[in-house]
């Protein structure tokens, strides 16, 4: 019989202490199991993903990556996602819902983003153990236990600071596309690399094609200065490097499921 235990612990309304600080805790939770399919979501929230054992794998818009031992994967919010388990092995998974650009900084400084949402960290104890102590917290409903949550998540995030570091040839990879970035000639040059070699090389290391990577810098940069700025939709284009705000406008509904008009005003509502 296949193996399912599945733990939950759910926060209310964040605080306003929370929201002022930009970080909060929805949800924790931590399964175990061999029967574990999810074809396709889109959350308003952010999700994080630990699996402590097994392997499966994960779907990040139209990307998919293998997910084993010691990987940790990131969905950002509004983004279409799915994973499972393989049904022969399961996996053995610690979760958590949140919410806030502070938490998205941080993370990022870690190196997670859109076009970067796994990192191998090993059985990190500190993290597993962050994961646990907020699904407790959550679940005892003390006093104040949504603040004392989100200081263990901060905790998690800088753990995965310390520890999430690329790789050298990845970095160099990474470094050479930037919003700057005009073709994939200029990339390679920048890399030191043929454009046949550069392309062969980064779907290699890092999962994703050069472009996908580009677009998914752009989306993330769009979707910063779109929450945070009140510049227009055709500034945010050029900031990123697009100069049709047009082709941006479809670029950015296709990758985030919504124009950057009603993301902006979703955002806002928040």
């Known amino acids: 019989m296949k193996r399912r235990n599945f733990k939950l612990a759910l926060a209310s309304s964040p605080t306003q202490k929370e929201r002022q600080m930009g970080i909060w805790v ?73 919410s806030g650009s502070y938490a998205e900084n941080l993370l990022r400084i870690a190196g997670f983003s859109a076009v970067s ?55 160099n990879l990474l470094e050479a596309v930037t919003l700057e970035s005009q073709n994939l000639e200029s990339a390679a040059r920048k890399a030191g690399y043929s454009k046949f070699h550069f392309c062969r090389l980064f779907k290699k290391v890092t999962g ?10 752009k989306l993330d940069k769009a979707k910063e200065l779109l929450m945070n700025s009140d510049v227009s939709v055709k500034e945010v284009a050029l900031s990123v490097g697009i100069n049709d705000p047009n082709y ?11 124009s950057p008009v009603k993301y902006r005003k979703l955002m806002s509502e928040r």
Request: include cysteine; glycine fraction near 8%.
């Open 117 to 171: 949402p796994v990192r191998n960290i090993g059985q990190n104890d500190s993290v597993s153990r962050g994961f646990d102590r907020m699904r407790s917290i959550l679940k005892s409903k003390q006093m104040d236990y949504s603040i004392d949550a989100t200081r263990a998540f901060i905790d998690v995030l800088v753990e995965l600071i310390k520890v999430s570091e690329p790789k050298d040839m990845s970095r």
């Open 208 to 217: 994703v094609t050069p472009w996908t990577y580009a677009v998914n810098l």
């Open 248 to 258: 941006f406008t479809r670029i950015f509904a296709k990758y985030a499921g919504m």
């Open 26 to 98: 929805i949800s924790s939770g931590h399964f175990d199991t061999a029967d574990h399919v999810l074809k396709s979501r889109t959350f308003e929230q952010s999700l994080l993903l630990y699996c402590l054992d097994g392997r499966g794998s994960f779907r990040l818009g139209e990307t998919t990556y293998a997910i084993g031992n010691g990987d940790i994967f990131y969905t950002p919010a509004h983004f279409n996602h799915g994973y499972e388990c393989d049904p022969l092995v399961g996996w053995n998974l610690k979760w958590l819902h949140f």
